[in-house]
């Protein structure tokens, strides 16, 4: 745990902007999670601290780009890399939120972090240099997709932050791609705001490579009207957490969620979400799909909070889960909590292996067992992987996925 | 035209709106419900001191004669409740318990020995006459034996020598301590170890009384079984403990249930029960709880932190829990099935209403450990009032239960807009080879179909009440016959109110 030893005395960084100070301030009298907490107990610890072994890197190593390279009619930006962004067209436009505009949003978002449920937001806070803040605001509509990555280097913790203002009546596609290296664990904190009328269609892929970490991290802030919709996948990641945080501040929000996380061999890759619903006629429809494998273990914890406020509000949560070995672990608790009388909620989980009679089905038809199992987990994986926006027709998700497997 | 019809449509939307209005407070008016069993019956009884220390533990034991077997697991249990935290987890706002300020055995005098029931005090036999409970010959008919618990003792079983007559040995706990040690020493604390948490710690240190029952192999046991549980004294609090032990291919159904006087404190009751099946044997544990809930603001009431598990040992056994919890000011309750038989059965059947300030946080634990193992777990939960209904529930499919299924459905009905229901299902999987399903869904009474039922002559009162009993439909189909007819009049007296 050598980032915690370096907090605790306080030499972790010499140059320290005013949030650091502000987050590395409150990590101090509490430097790690406590443990037994609900979002904390099931993590495991060895991996956890692995994570935080490997020293800070502000500079980063040569980026090789993903396939697909060429990027026409795509916006590609690259957290970490210093540039300046000002593009303004007839329909739209997208500049970078100026340093006094930045710091005011996240103080007010530290301002209401509660030690254990945002400590992944205070560590990526007190770690992420001001070059890997990306800071952005989005106008106007007909605005090309966009791309943003973030990616960590070999043998190094790497911090990056993005915070995103969506204007009001604004639209956009966006993906984003958290790439781990080897030996390296990647902190990645997001924050969205969307204003009145707004719609966000989001997708998040990560996935590592041997032995890499991740942090994820991922909070909006809906008012009213507006439309999240959000596709994400994880996977190949000795140890990944996606934290996702949706608050409907005043109501009247549509929220989509379509997650999968796919784990093999000893990795454990858990999501935990928390929807806040805060006023009236609420809409949420998330489903979360694990697949585990090998000794795995994928966990899902999912909150629902409905409070007084929120009458009208219609909630669902669907936890799937593939278990495909012996030694393999899920762990799934959808939750609701609800105090408002008139709404409607409901979740579901379930737990199971691949269906026999299906592959008994096909085999019968002359398919062998290994290709009967792939048509199975394509079906399984094509509802969450054909939400993910931009990714359709640029990456070859599935057959990334299916390959893996 | 244009004009009136506008006028008749806005008209009959502020009448609509009207009767919604009705309606709600009709509703939350009708949960409104005095607590009938809330007297307090006047009798001499046997106190120890307050407080809580090894020497206390040494008195009761040697109140209750008992063996060294019993006293050593009581001390054993008491060193590790003191080092044990109460638990906060389940986040249940109450007053920090003073275990030194109650009373921990409370008894009311009488003869020495009874022979029979004539000999019971009168007093006693009237309070439960007036619970309603079968003690005095005459209500001997309904075919129920009755093991009647007043405070920390037993005072009466009825119908012992018709069971003994089948091999069936239906006694209360203390009785079994003499004259059946041997089975006490061989399963007490095994299905839930002193050391399982805190309440249990507590409850193996100090229990008083309770009820045991042995079947034999091969036996169907040939009357439901039921223990009643009376708080009568304000100050003491009940640690009673069951035990009950299935042979092979044996069959009981024990049904429970429990009444305290209205107090303005809170009374403390930590009751454990055990159940253990063999194989091909089956019990069915049904409860109506009716503790006193304490009044509006939250005053009194009684604290029932009861751990109740069942251990499925043999193969093909089956425990079934079903219960109706009304009353307690706070439940922190989760009745458990450890399935380790192969293809054994495991069931939770519940319904639980709170109103007013009450707090449940009740559930179960279906623990899967052997193979081709089943359960199944339908809870319903009715929130009025400012009250917390919590379904927490844990499954867990160990790595050598292949082909075990569970199915779980858990739904929340909430009355009026300041209660709150929640659900917290712990789901684990570690075999490939089950399955494992759950839903949950959350509703209020409809006033569409309140509207509908009025609309067919039928009172509005009785329209909620027939409401609430279809949503617990499935639960009360579990229910013996006797009990679902209780549970059914119990929820329609709760909601019974100034209607009609």
Not at chain 1, 27 to 42: G, I, M, Y
Not at chain 1, 138 to 157: M, T
Not at chain 2, 200 to 226: H, R
Request: hydrophobic share 35%.
């Amino acid at each position: 745990m050598n980032i915690i030893e370096k907090i605790k005395t306080n030499k972790l960084i010499d140059d320290q902007t005013e949030i650091q100070k502000i987050c590395l301030h409150k990590l101090q009298s509490s430097p790690l999670p406590n443990p037994k907490s609900e979002l904390w107990r099931l993590s495991n610890k060895s991996k956890f601290s692995n994570f935080l072994d490997y020293s800070i890197n502000e500079k980063d190593s040569k980026f090789d780009m993903p396939y697909p390279k060429n990027s026409h009619s795509t916006i590609r930006l690259i957290i970490g890399e210093n540039f300046k962004i000002k593009l303004t067209e007839k329909n739209y436009s997208i500049e970078q939120l100026s340093e006094d505009e930045l710091n005011k949003y996240i103080k007010e978002q530290i301002s209401c972090f509660d030690q254990n449920e945002n400590w992944s937001d205070l560590l990526n806070l007190s770690l992420s240099c001001a070059k890997n803040i990306l800071g952005l605001k989005i106008n106007g509509s007909k605005i090309p997709p966009i791309e943003i990555f973030s990616h960590a280097s070999s043998n190094s913790l790497n911090a990056k932050t993005l915070v995103i203002f969506l204007e009001k009546n604004c639209e956009i596609k966006l993906l984003q791609v958290n790439l781990g290296k080897e030996n390296s664990s990647l902190s990645q904190s997001t924050f969205f705001c969307l204003e009145e009328n707004s719609s966000l269609n989001h997708g998040v892929v990560s996935y590592g490579e041997n032995r890499s970490n991740l942090l994820n991290s991922l909070n909006v802030i809906q008012q009213k009207n507006s439309e999240y919709n959000l596709g994400s996948l994880h996977f190949k990641f000795n140890y990944a957490r996606f934290e996702i945080s949706i608050k409907q501040s005043v109501g009247n929000a549509k929220t989509n969620i379509k997650g999968m996380q796919i784990t093999k061999s000893d990795e454990q890759i858990s999501t935990y979400t928390k929807i806040d619903f805060n006023g009236p006629n609420g809409f949420l429809d998330q489903i979360n799909k694990s697949l585990a494998d090998d000794k795995s273990h994928a966990i899902f914890e999912g909150s629902i909070i409905v409070p007084k406020s929120a009458q009208k509000t219609d909630a669902s949560q669907l936890s799937r889960n593939l278990l495909l070995s012996n030694l393999a672990q899920i762990d799934t608790k959808p939750q609701l909590e609800i105090i408002a009388d008139d709404v409607k909620c409901k979740h579901g989980a379930t737990i199971s292996q691949l269906n026999e009679e299906e592959l008994f089905y096909m085999r019968t038809r002359g398919i062998t067992l290994a290709e009967a199992s792939k048509l199975q987990l394509s079906s399984y994986f094509q509802e969450i992987i054909s939400f993910i926006p931009v990714s359709k027709d640029r990456w070859d998700l599935l057959d990334t996925v299916l390959n893996q497997n | 035209m244009g004009i009136s019809f506008v006028r008749v449509y806005k008209a009959n939307c502020n009448r609509l709106f009207l009767d919604n209005m009705d309606n709600e407070n009709l509703v939350k008016d009708v949960v409104k419900e005095p607590y009938k069993y809330g007297f307090v019956t006047d009798i001499e009884t046997e106190k120890i001191a307050k407080g809580l220390n090894e020497s206390i533990i040494r008195l009761i034991s040697q109140k209750k004669e008992e063996p060294k077997f019993l006293l050593d697991f009581r001390l054993k249990a008491f060193k590790k409740w003191k080092k044990m935290d109460e638990p906060d987890w389940a986040g249940l706002g109450y007053k920090k318990i003073d275990y030194q300020n109650i009373i921990y055995y409370s008894a009311p005098k009488q003869k020495e020995k009874i022979s029979s029931l004539n000999e019971v005090d009168p007093k006693l036999l009237e309070t439960f006459d007036k619970l309603g409970i079968p003690l005095t010959e005459q209500k001997k008919l309904t075919n129920v034996a009755v093991d009647a618990v007043f405070d920390s003792v037993s005072i009466a079983t009825t119908f012992r020598e018709e069971l003994a007559g089948h091999g069936v040995i239906f006694c209360s706990i203390s009785e079994a301590v003499k004259n059946h040690p041997d089975l006490i020493e061989k399963y007490l604390g095994t299905v839930v170890p002193a050391s399982d948490n805190y309440f249990a710690a507590l409850n193996s240190a100090v229990f008083s009384d309770g009820s045991f029952v042995y079947i034999p192999k091969g036996v169907t046991c040939p009357m439901d079984l039921s223990s009643y549980f009376r708080i009568n004294s304000g100050d003491s609090g009940q640690f009673e403990r069951t035990l009950i032990i299935a042979e092979e291919s044996s069959s009981v159904s024990y049904l429970e249930g429990c009444t305290a006087p209205m107090f303005d404190t809170n009374t403390l009751h930590a009751a454990v029960v055990e159940l253990i099946a063999l194989d091909d044997a089956s019990i069915k544990y049904s409860t109506v709880q009716n503790w006193y809930a304490g009044d509006e603001e939250g005053v009194g009431g009684i604290f029932n932190f009861v751990t109740k598990r069942g251990k499925c040992l043999g193969k093909r056994s089956k425990i079934s829990w079903s219960q109706v919890e009304t009353g307690s000011a706070i439940t922190w309750k989760y009745p458990s099935c450890l399935l380790l038989g192969e293809e054994s059965v495991g069931e939770f059947y519940s319904v639980a209403l709170t109103n007013n300030l009450q707090q449940a946080d009740t559930g179960t634990k279906m623990i899967h450990i052997g193979p081709k193992t089943k359960s199944t777990i339908v809870s319903k939960g009715i929130s009025a009032g400012n009250s917390i209904n919590s379904y927490r529930g844990l499954v867990k499919m160990g790595t050598k239960a292949a082909g075990s299924r569970n199915y779980s459905q858990c739904d929340s009905m909430l009355i009026g807009d300041q209660a709150s229901a929640n659900t917290f299902p712990y789901i684990k999987s570690k075999q490939p080879n089950s399955e494992i399903e759950h839903e949950a869904s959350t509703c209020r009474i409809s006033e569409d179909q309140l509207f509908y039922l009025q609309s067919r002559g039928i009172e509005f009162e009785e329209a909620v009440s027939m409401m609430v009993s279809g949503f617990c439909r499935d639960v009360f189909n579990q229910l013996p016959m006797e009990f679902a007819a209780e549970a059914d009049k119990l929820l329609a007296l709760k909601l019974e109110g100034s209607v009609g």
